[in-house]
């Protein structure tokens, strides 16, 4: 097992560098920072010299040495909007970004977990009709419209919430919702499917043929057994939150690593952009890693498999 979780750091690291690379190549087409920064009668001097002072006074290849150099050393350089290291910036944001993707994870993760049980158990019967059809279209449903019809309803008309922030437990209903809107959809069918599959499997016949309980039947033998597919598409979803927390930054003014982007971006901080790209890459990898990890421990197939590999 460890030789494949080796293996997968190193593919997991080897596309993170490919995706930093991009990044710094892709920032570099939005233009020239000077322009953005220095008034319009700035002269060709000022200009050379606000370039040199933020080191885009080099050809481009020579700026990517120096920064894959810096990135070995994790400095990717000072941020020209924040004054401050572009790292320092990208680290202060994640901690909102991880509270709020791990609230929705949990969250989806449960709700999934009994409406898809509950579906399976009463497959083609109206509680599973219902659950689909409602699943189906929550799934469906753009972030930033529920976001926007969210805060409309629930924010302005009834004032249940506030509009924006994160100062107060209220203020993180509508984040919270919006986020694992689509993972509630996907993964209930998700779990759906494979309860169906392990209900119908030969040992849960068996046991219910001995007479065990309909309640242990599937928690305690179908629900592991169909824990396999359910943990490594809400490992795919925890990955993806990060475009949630774009959407969710940006209607809900809730600070996060998809603001610091966003802002990164409309101010040409190259810096900073490709330190939120390695700080999410980071947590992407580790994401993957855990849940390769999980997929051992609930099935010792994989142990044996991943040894079988070496």
């Known amino acids: 097992m460890w030789t494949f979780l080796r293996r ?124 689909t059809v409602v699943t189906l279209t929550i799934s469906s449903i753009p972030d930033f419209w529920f976001a926007l019809v969210g805060i409309l309803i629930f924010a302005v008309q009834m004032g249940l919430v506030p509009t924006s922030g994160y100062a107060t437990p209220a203020a993180w209903i509508l984040p919270t919702a919006t986020v694992m809107l689509a993972p509630v959809g996907v993964l209930t069918q998700v779990v759906r499917g494979s309860m169906i599959d392990a209900l119908g499997a030969g040992y849960v016949q068996n046991a219910r043929a001995r007479g065990f309980d309909k309640t242990r039947l599937v928690l305690r033998h179908a629900m592991r057994n169909a824990s396999l597919p359910i943990v490594s598409v809400a490992g795919d979803r925890a990955a993806g939150m990060v475009n949630g927390s774009i959407i969710v930054g940006s209607v809900f003014a809730f600070p996060g690593i998809g603001v610091l982007i ?49």
């Open 262 to 310: 966003m802002g990164a971006v409309l101010n040409r901080d190259f810096a900073v952009i490709q330190a939120s790209v390695f700080v999410v890459g980071v947590g992407v990898i580790l994401v993957n890693i855990v849940v390769d990890a999980l997929y051992a421990v609930i099935d010792p197939r994989v142990r044996v498999s991943a040894g079988k590999a070496k």
């Open 8 to 131: 997968r750091l190193v593919t997991s690291a080897v596309s993170l560098v490919g995706v930093i690379v991009v990044v710094f190549f892709l920032a570099r087409l939005t233009g020239s920072p000077a322009s953005l920064y220095l008034p319009e009668s700035a002269t060709q001097e000022q200009i050379d010299e606000f370039n040199r002072i933020n080191g885009l006074d080099q050809p481009l290849l020579v700026q990517f040495w120096d920064f894959l150099v810096g990135a070995v050393r994790l400095d990717f350089g000072a941020s020209i909007w924040q004054r401050r290291p572009a790292l320092e910036a990208a680290l202060d944001a994640l901690p909102p970004t991880l509270a709020l993707a791990g609230i929705a994870l949990a969250l989806s993760l449960i709700i999934a977990l009994a409406l898809g049980a509950i579906a399976a158990v009463y497959r083609f019967r109206l509680p599973d009709r219902v659950i």
